[in-house]
């Protein structure tokens, strides 16, 4: 909810028409600007989902946001064998300028714990089929 394209508001909605599941979940939620980011969240994970079963299995990687925060070093390096890319001395130094912290618990902080049930109750059946800890 903290990036400058979002306003809180069907204004906010990019992907053509809302799937009517979850326009009857915005409805019922009477338009909270916190269901609708969640639903724009499981939207955008429904159509990653159904690009990806579009490709050959042997051109993906699958990389958890959690195994890469915790060691991302290494993820890239599995990211560059996996795309035939040489991982050089030159990259490896740009990339130990990055700061790559997790932030995984960061949208928990800004809300109250209603809106956090409410996101979970929202959430639960993606964050289950996509592997995300409650």
């Not at 070093?73 to 890319?85: G, W």
């Not at 991982?87 to 956090?116: C, Y």
């Amino acid at each position: 909810m903290r990036v400058e394209w979002w306003d809180g508001s069907m204004r906010s909605w990019w992907w053509g028409e809302m799937p009517s599941k979850y326009r009857e979940e915005y409805e019922k939620s009477e338009h909270n600007p916190v269901i609708l980011a969640g639903i724009v969240w499981k939207h955008l994970l429904d159509l990653t989902h159904l690009e990806l079963h579009s490709l050959p299995e042997k051109r993906m990687l699958t990389i958890s946001y959690t195994d890469f925060v915790r060691d991302p070093m290494t993820k890239l390096e599995q990211i560059c064998a996996h795309c035939d890319l040489e991982m050089n001395d030159i990259f490896v130094r740009r990339l130990k300028h990055f700061r790559i912290r997790n932030a995984d618990e960061a949208w928990q902080r800004g809300l109250p714990s209603t809106q956090i049930e409410l996101l979970n109750d929202s959430l639960g059946e993606h964050l289950a089929r996509f592997g995300f800890e409650i």
